[in-house]
């Protein structure tokens, strides 16, 4: 049986948990002046060793998305952190930001000791502003102890972090669409190659990394690679935030060994909430194609998500009871798609508006006979042809559902969702009509 | 009011000015200062104003026309005047379904105002949210970006009811009190108001998990025996015998790259177990 492993989340009881004095207590910072006195090569080989993937989506290997720099040409480096969660269901980076953003600074700091950059990025969602309020905060702390600014612990290194604010795009979490956002221009994602590593911000040389990701390396730093790769399965190994939402009887945030299964994660957070059974989940938000309550028992590592059909992602289990209709939940996540495509190509910007309108029908009983059909044809001719990921996304929850939930959506011809599954009995809430 | 005019006067342009210098120290490009830039104007008109892009114009020599086209790709910027509180109500799917639709019809109905419209007062403006990173608390409302946890209609009617009243009111986890439209606009233009150390540094759902492992003295490797104390130690013993290469065989980080740019940032293919990024 899997435990949990609190390591981000260890500090996040601890009174003033965002105060630099807070973290230094608990040995915050060890890992940077254990970077300091190390070869920034060997740093990229620790991570490496560590079997550190990123956490923002995809699982690529952050030490060697870092070795891919090509060699110092005298000229800047970046690194970014992307600090965008927008995906429908993700919600571990800002909790992690807000209760201890220094775990993310200390994470900078020695990401860009290994690759050699000089000015830093944190590029935050723009909706949250009490986190912003703690990264400002966090980085001027920082910066008069000397951890940050000219003269790093009097090593001579200087680095200059911005914490940058967005506001309000989902498609500026996509490296490149961040990159062109960052550079003040509307977020739209770019044509790769050439990759950010080569070209990334202004041109330069330039590391995009998840928020989780950077902060789970001063732990590897200061505790070592085997102490890392000591947790998790054997290709997907450490310790990552699940965040379990919705019909759970306790829904948060669990940090635990990647490998742990759903049910024993289900299980911890009270099971579903009483007198219901589990109907459909995400693994890993929105773009995740739907599981049921067949894969209760899936390991929740990269490979075994992808054999039972969907990914990891970025770990937001959705937990959906049977009085839920999946026709509403996927139309109201295609409304997301539709609204958030940034409209640069074709097959999504036009893609979504007709996966929309037909889900609209469908929710309202007034489905005609093909359009079941349409559906997975419109999500077919997204998937595999759009410029950038959010398209692909798009076409996941569509045909995901058509998949295990097809006579829901064919009783969208005639009976609306709300007959079907009355909406009052979903909610958190009850005897408030509206 | 600065709605129909084109340029700030003298002082107010002065000001800004100033605020802009800090702004572009903080970028290698000045153009990078563009998004703070339409932040710092919404702190001084409660909207994109004509004055404010004109003013983001000059500041970083583009044409209205660029600053514009990058000004209504963003959701935050307004082209309106804004009410003094922007009320959102999460309707992304998972806040929808636990009572989200609800919470935001009962808003709607209540002030007489849809999505994007603002109460004749001023006070509120209300909106439809997309999923705010906060979905353990669902369902969830935010306004002017401070979070409100775990609502039901009436508490959300109650919020809105102190704002429309005048009184201060106070998010789950956030500052002491919602700041208004405008200064919460000059903090997300990057200047600090003084309240980050308000509020707590989790909300109960952000730590069910690490309580129940307090509760069954669950540990992680290398503090098991030893407490929390000997971490450290325990952890720099094991990087200092750590040399060698520790990962499994054939962990996904001893893969090599088929060529340096295809490995690096197509992940989804190189990696070939993902299909999307997210
Ligand atoms: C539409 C879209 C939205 C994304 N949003 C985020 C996000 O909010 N945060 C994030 O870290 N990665 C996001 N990603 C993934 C990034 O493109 C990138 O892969 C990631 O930041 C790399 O960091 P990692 O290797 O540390 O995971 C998104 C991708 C797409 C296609
Ligand atoms: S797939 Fe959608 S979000 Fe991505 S580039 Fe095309 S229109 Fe924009
Ligand atoms: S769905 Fe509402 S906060 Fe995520």
Redesign the interface.
């Known amino acids: 049986m899997s435990?949990?492993?609190?390591?981000l989340?260890?500090l996040?009881?601890?009174?003033?948990?965002?105060?630099l004095d807070t973290y230094v207590s608990r040995?915050g910072y060890?890992g940077l002046r254990?970077a300091m006195e190390t070869d920034p090569a060997e740093l990229i080989t620790?991570v490496?060793?560590?079997?550190?993937?990123?956490r923002?989506?995809?699982?690529?290997?952050t030490?060697?998305?870092w070795s891919?720099l090509p060699k110092p040409d005298g000229g800047?480096r970046y690194l970014v952190v992307n600090a965008d969660?927008?995906?429908?269901?993700?919600?571990k980076?800002?909790?992690l930001m807000?209760?201890?953003p220094h775990s993310l600074i200390e994470g900078v700091a020695i990401t860009s000791v290994a690759i050699g950059c000089h000015?830093a990025f944190i590029y935050l969602?723009?909706?949250?502003?009490?986190v912003?309020?703690?990264l400002?905060?966090a980085v001027?702390e920082a910066k008069e102890a000397g951890y940050l600014g000219s003269d790093v612990l009097g090593t001579g290194y200087d680095l200059e972090v911005?914490?940058?604010?967005?506001?309000?795009?989902?498609i500026c979490g996509?490296?490149?669409a961040l990159l062109d956002?960052?550079?003040?221009?509307?977020?739209q994602p770019r044509l790769?190659?050439?990759?950010?590593?080569?070209a990334g911000l202004?041109a330069r040389p330039t590391v995009v990394n998840n928020v989780e990701s950077i902060a789970s390396v001063p732990?590897i730093?200061?505790?070592?690679?085997?102490?890392f790769?000591?947790?998790g399965t054997?290709?997907s190994?450490g310790?990552g935030l699940?965040?379990?939402?919705?019909h759970v009887a306790?829904?948060?945030?669990?940090?635990?060994p990647l490998g742990i299964t759903f049910r024993e994660l289900l299980d911890?957070?009270g099971g579903v909430r009483d007198g219901h059974e589990l109907k459909f989940w995400t693994p890993?938000?929105?773009?995740?194609p739907i599981l049921t309550a067949e894969h209760l028992d899936v390991v929740l590592d990269?490979?075994s998500v992808?054999a039972a059909g969907s990914?990891l992602?970025?770990r937001?289990l959705?937990v959906?009871d049977e009085t839920?209709s999946v026709v509403?939940?996927v139309s109201?996540?295609i409304d997301?798609y539709q609204?958030?495509s940034?409209g640069k190509c074709t097959p999504c910007r036009e893609g979504t508006f007709w996966l929309k309108q037909i889900l609209q029908r469908l929710e309202a009983g007034e489905g005609s006979e093909s359009d079941i059909d349409l559906l997975l044809d419109v999500a077919g001719n997204i998937e595999g042809r759009s410029f950038c990921?959010l398209g692909?996304?798009a076409a996941?929850p569509v045909k995901s559902a058509i998949k295990y939930f097809r006579d829901e959506f064919e009783q969208g011809l005639h009976t609306p969702a709300w007959e079907l599954f009355p909406?009052?009995a979903?909610?958190?809430?009850t005897g408030?009509?509206? | 009011m600065a709605t129909s005019m084109t340029s700030y006067p003298d002082d107010v342009a002065e000001r800004l000015a100033q605020d802009a210098q800090q702004i572009l120290a903080r970028y290698p490009e000045p153009r990078s200062a563009l998004l703070p830039l339409l932040h710092l104007v919404q702190s001084e008109d409660g909207y994109v104003s004509p004055a404010g892009i004109g003013f983001c114009a000059d500041v970083l020599d583009l044409s209205r026309a660029s600053v514009s086209a990058v000004a209504t790709f963003y959701s935050q910027y307004k082209r309106h005047p804004n009410g003094t509180y922007t009320v959102g109500v999460c309707t992304n799917t998972l806040c929808a379904v636990m009572g989200g639709d609800a919470i935001f019809d009962h808003l709607a109905a209540k002030l007489g105002i849809g999505h994007d419209e603002t109460t004749e007062d001023g006070t509120i403006t209300l909106e439809r949210v997309e999923c705010n990173a906060a979905c353990d608390y669902a369902p969830v409302m935010v306004i002017n970006w401070e979070f409100f946890d775990n609502q039901t209609p009436t508490t959300a009617a109650e919020t809105v009811d102190k704002l429309l009243a005048g009184e201060p009111v106070a998010p789950s986890r956030g500052a002491d009190r919602v700041s208004t439209f405008k200064e919460v606009s000059r903090v997300l233009a990057g200047f600090e108001d003084g309240h980050a150390d308000e509020g707590p540094g989790a909300g109960h759902a952000s730590l069910v998990g690490l309580e129940l492992a307090r509760k069954n003295g669950w540990r992680i490797p290398g503090e098991e025996e030893a407490g929390e104390a000997a971490g450290p130690q325990v952890a720099a013993d094991a990087a200092a015998s750590g040399t060698d290469p520790v990962g499994d065989e054939g962990s996904s980080a001893e893969r090599e790259p088929r060529t340096p740019g295809d490995a690096d940032a197509d992940p989804v293919k190189s990696t070939d177990e993902e299909g999307t990024d997210s």
Not at chain 1, 12 to 19: G, L, R
Not at chain 1, 48 to 54: H, I, P, T, W
Not at chain 1, 56 to 61: L, R
Not at chain 1, 426 to 429: H, P
């Open positions: 435990t949990l492993a609190p390591v989340s260890d996040w009881d601890a009174p003033q948990s965002w105060k040995n060890d254990k620790m490496k060793d560590s079997g550190l993937r990123g923002g989506g995809a699982g690529f290997p030490g060697l998305k891919f800047p969660e927008s995906e429908p269901g993700t919600c980076d800002i909790p807000m209760a201890n000015h969602r723009g909706e949250v502003v009490h912003y309020r703690r400002l905060a001027r911005t914490v940058h604010a967005g506001a309000g795009a989902y996509e490296e490149t956002s960052l550079e003040g221009r509307r977020g790769k190659p050439p990759f950010p590593a080569v202004y732990g730093v200061s505790r070592g690679a085997d102490w790769a000591s947790m054997e290709k190994k310790h699940f965040s379990l939402s919705g306790r829904p948060g945030q669990y940090e635990a911890m957070a890993g938000g929105s773009s995740t990269y490979e992808g990914m992602a970025t937001a959705q959906f839920t509403r939940c109201r996540w997301f609204h958030e940034c990921a692909d996304a996941t909406y009052e979903n909610a958190a809430f408030v009509s509206s």
